[in-house]
């Protein structure tokens, strides 16, 4: 063999073997989380509830219906999470008057799917779990609160199942840029992401240039609130800038010093302090209408 078929045969080998270690990453960032049976609360009296639609997956919650609230907020977790990460802010919200929704999304806790997205699909399931909530509170105003996957998952469902107020925690700008922060190597982040990407429409469907909430949020003609930490690894600040700039009349609040953590956890008086009146006056306030 000489040396120039050596070299070749053995590019191709490198070229076959780094598609196959992409291959195994990509089929680990999405794999679903194991089927759980998650226990409720022992401090918040839930009644479990489950949503099936032919050709979806089966979506598994929890319902805190708190008599004569004023509004009812829908909660959904963030990636690799499930339902038991929203109890506290549950019951925070329960506290302050309102009545809860806390599904697990596909691929997650109790619910059905076989893989974890990246919002985008899990859209239709926030939609389906904003409609619920919807028939189930008729006549009360409806919140949406969601962190990460979850926010991202509001904001694509937000054409079909509107909210009446949203608070967006830790949400991304693009999925690229989201996934090019994650990438192992400090050089050429924006090529690992787009290689590792590459593979997203054979996977789920569609291309990672279609997931862009910030493309999404000045179509959002609701209160909205955005909770940042001020040293999340994976969403900069830019990103955080950039969403708010288009999600006119936005607030954004900032939590120095936390990284890509549960907020409330982390501040919570800042947490209550923020997104309670932020609820309050625009779900419950005296003489609002609530049709």
Not at 25 to 54: C, K, Y
Request: charged content about 20%; overall charge positive.
């Amino acid at each position: 063999m000489t040396l120039r078929s050596w070299l070749a045969v053995t590019l191709a080998a490198l070229g076959v073997a780094a598609c196959a270690v992409d291959w195994r990453i990509g089929t680990m960032l999405i794999a679903r989380e194991p089927l759980q049976r998650l226990t409720p609360p022992a401090d918040l009296a839930v009644e479990r509830v489950a949503l099936n639609q032919a050709g979806a997956p089966e979506l598994v919650g929890w319902v805190a219906d708190r008599k004569g609230s004023c509004g009812a907020i829908v909660l959904l977790h963030g990636r690799g999470s499930n339902k038991l990460a929203l109890v506290q802010r549950a019951k925070l919200l329960f506290d302050a008057g309102y009545s809860v929704v806390l599904f697990d999304l596909s691929g997650h806790g109790e619910s059905g799917g076989a893989v974890q997205g990246f919002g985008y699909a899990e859209g239709q399931d926030a939609a389906r779990i904003v409609a619920f909530a919807r028939q189930r509170f008729r006549g009360q105003k409806i919140g949406a609160v969601g962190s990460s996957l979850g926010a991202a998952a509001l904001v694509f469902a937000e054409p079909q199942a509107p909210a009446d107020a949203y608070v967006l925690e830790q949400l991304y700008a693009t999925l690229r840029e989201a996934t090019a922060w994650r990438m192992p190597f400090n050089v050429l982040r924006g090529l690992q992401a787009d290689v590792l990407l590459a593979q997203m429409p054979l996977r789920l469907g569609l291309s990672a240039d279609g997931v862009r909430p910030v493309d999404r949020l000045g179509k959002i003609d609701r209160p909205l609130m955005l909770l940042a930490g001020s040293t999340d690894p994976f969403i900069d600040r830019w990103q955080v800038v950039s969403l708010q700039d288009a999600a006119a009349g936005s607030q954004l609040v900032w939590f120095e010093g936390a990284g890509h953590v549960d907020l409330l956890r982390y501040d919570r008086p800042r947490y209550r302090d923020a997104v309670l009146p932020f609820l309050a006056t625009r779900l419950c306030q005296a003489g609002a209408d609530n049709g």
